[in-house]
């Protein structure tokens, strides 16, 4: 079983950043390719960032490309989602996930998931 947890949500004006951590549990977390995704009132749950296991691969929804960035401290079991120049758009209840090596888009494919945390972005 894998535990994940996200932190780092909150209240932010348009135009701000916030950045957000993922911590998962296991001793092979160095094997896991973590995804994000958001969810926001009313709508279905989309992709956001993901990272494969190693760093060395990383996805972008085109909504997000160019304001965010996912990065990976494999010595600390923890995936950041840096966003920049945020958007009322953007507002949502942001998961993590995780699966084995490679990461893909769709949840489906994801095994295990946080609780979410919430980002606001006011105009």
């Known amino acids: 079983q894998v535990q994940v947890v996200e932190s780092g949500g909150g209240l932010v004006q348009a135009g701000g950043s916030l950045r957000l951590s993922c911590a998962a549990s296991?001793?092979?977390?160095?094997?896991?390719?973590i995804g994000w995704f958001r969810q926001a009132p009313g709508k279905e749950r989309e992709f956001v960032a993901a990272?494969?296991?190693?760093?060395?691969?990383?996805d972008y929804a085109d909504s997000v490309k160019g304001r965010f960035t996912i990065s990976r401290d494999n010595a600390k079991n923890t995936v950041y989602l840096q966003m920049t120049s945020l958007k009322p758009e953007d507002t949502a209840v942001y998961y993590c996930?995780?699966?084995?090596?490679?990461?893909?888009?769709?949840?489906?494919?994801?095994?295990?998931w946080g609780q979410g945390t919430q980002v606001t972005v006011s105009s």
């Open positions: 296991g001793r092979t977390f160095s094997s896991y390719a």
């Open positions: 996930a995780t699966r084995a090596y490679y990461p893909t888009q769709k949840t489906a494919d994801y095994d295990y």
């Open positions: 990272i494969s296991w190693s760093g060395s691969n990383t």
